[in-house]
């Protein structure tokens, strides 16, 4: 048995409520709370990047023994800060990770990090007792004033995967998809995305359908073996549209359930937004957090990961007797509440803030916003160092 062994994710400490951006913006407030189904939306400080996200969601779930046995340290994103050297390479200097690990960064929108798992679980697989940490860590940005803005967020999440792990035990059977569209993409040169809202929409329902019906010709499964369905949730609504279509023939029992445990795999979304790679897997986090322990030992869970762009993959997983005692949802929810409501004026400077981009050394702070264990501290011609708080 390969899986998840432990996972936690971090989020930064500012949100901007929804309803305060709707009112600014214009827009009927029930448009992001019911329409979208959007409440809090993560905005991050300068001094919260892909890199401290990553180290801030790993370090809490690392002991000793993680940090001499981890092999493989995968960070999926598609808001790297580097075109080069890959966020894992620092993320493996700040959580202190032994010297014989290979650091890598991959890149699929919001897929990246379920690329990671995979290349995780076939690692375990041929090295037997070693582990790997997979990270996804994304800032979603679309731009002030543009119609993507409520669906954007910032976070990361961190998955420890070994043999006989003590959350979820991962199936070897999934089925990916490809298709080359443009439906989200950001070019190089921008720090904002482009996207085409609708048919991106219609582009992740139709992978969904598509993979699904490809899943049950070759894995013999049907919706009723499954207790939850976990989705890349960009929105908290969006894993609903792809989840009703395929729940029509099925009974109202079987709905009843399976929409209950989506609603539970939304919360965390609807008070962070969209965290691109990682979201998935918040999702997952949202579902167990708040199931109460009607989730038993053995229930099916299956996973819908879809990155923009596009690629999809459906798999699954079976939760491990006593997974319940290595949840963090207390640490999660103390850190959801624990965070500033910005103002409006507030979020839009923090938005329009930019990193310096010139030789010599730029200080950076943001003390009376950014509290995390890790963060950028400076840029000294054109190296950025980050700090750990003590
Ligand atoms: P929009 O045009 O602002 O909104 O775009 P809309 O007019 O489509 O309305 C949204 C919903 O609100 C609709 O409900 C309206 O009826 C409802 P629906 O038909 O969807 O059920 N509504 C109201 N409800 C209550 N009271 C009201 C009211 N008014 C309207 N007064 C959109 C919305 C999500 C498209 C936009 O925000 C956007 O483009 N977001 C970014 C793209 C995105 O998230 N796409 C999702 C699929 S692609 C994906 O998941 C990949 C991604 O994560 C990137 C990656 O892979 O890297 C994005």
Not at 70 to 92: N, P, Q, R, Y
């Amino acid at each position: 048995m390969i899986g998840i062994d432990k996972m936690n994710f971090f989020t930064p400490n500012t949100y901007i409520d929804l309803v305060t951006l709707a009112n600014k913006r214009g827009v009927d407030p029930n448009k992001f709370t019911i329409g979208i189904g959007q409440s809090k939306m993560a905005v991050p400080t300068i001094t919260q990047d892909t890199v401290s996200m990553g180290a801030n969601a790993a370090f809490p779930i690392l002991d000793k023994e993680d940090l001499e046995t981890i092999d493989l340290i995968v960070v999926g994103t598609e808001t790297g800060i580097d075109e080069s050297k890959s966020s894992a390479a620092f993320i493996h200097q700040l959580l202190n990770i032994h010297p014989f690990a290979k650091s890598v960064e991959v890149k699929q929108a919001c897929y990246g990090a379920t690329a990671g798992l995979m290349m995780a679980k076939d690692y375990i697989k041929a090295h037997p007792g070693r582990k790997a940490l997979v990270i996804g860590s994304d800032i979603s940005r679309y731009g002030l004033n543009t119609s993507g803005e409520v669906t954007q967020g910032a976070g990361a999440i961190a998955l420890l995967i070994s043999e006989n792990p003590r959350i979820l035990a991962l199936d070897d059977t999934s089925v990916a998809m490809t298709e080359s569209i443009f439906d989200f993409w950001r070019p190089n040169y921008r720090d904002t995305a482009i996207v085409d809202g609708k048919y991106s929409n219609e582009a992740y329902v139709n992978f969904f359908t598509t993979i699904w019906e490809e899943y049950k010709n070759r894995t013999n499964h049907s919706l009723s073996d499954f207790s939850a369905f976990c989705f890349h949730l960009p929105y908290s609504k969006m894993g609903r549209k792809a989840l009703l279509p395929v729940l029509e023939n099925e009974s109202e029992e079987l709905a009843t359930k399976l929409l209950k445990n989506y609603d539970l795999s939304t919360d965390y979304t609807k008070n962070i937004g969209n965290i691109y790679t990682g979201s998935l897997y918040l999702s997952l986090m949202s579902l167990l957090d708040h199931s109460d322990n009607t989730l038993k030992e053995n229930d099916l869970i299956g996973f819908f990961s879809y990155g923009s762009g596009a690629v999809g993959e459906i798999f699954s997983g079976r939760l491990v007797p006593g997974y319940e005692n290595f949840l963090m949802k207390e640490e999660h929810i103390a850190m959801l509440d624990e965070r500033y409501d910005l103002s409006i004026e507030e979020y839009e400077a923090i938005f329009n803030k930019e990193l310096p981009k010139t030789d010599g050394t730029h200080p950076l702070s943001e003390a009376k916003y950014d509290k995390s264990l890790f963060y950028l501290s400076s840029i000294t011609d054109h190296q950025r160092h980050y700090s750990q708080r003590q």
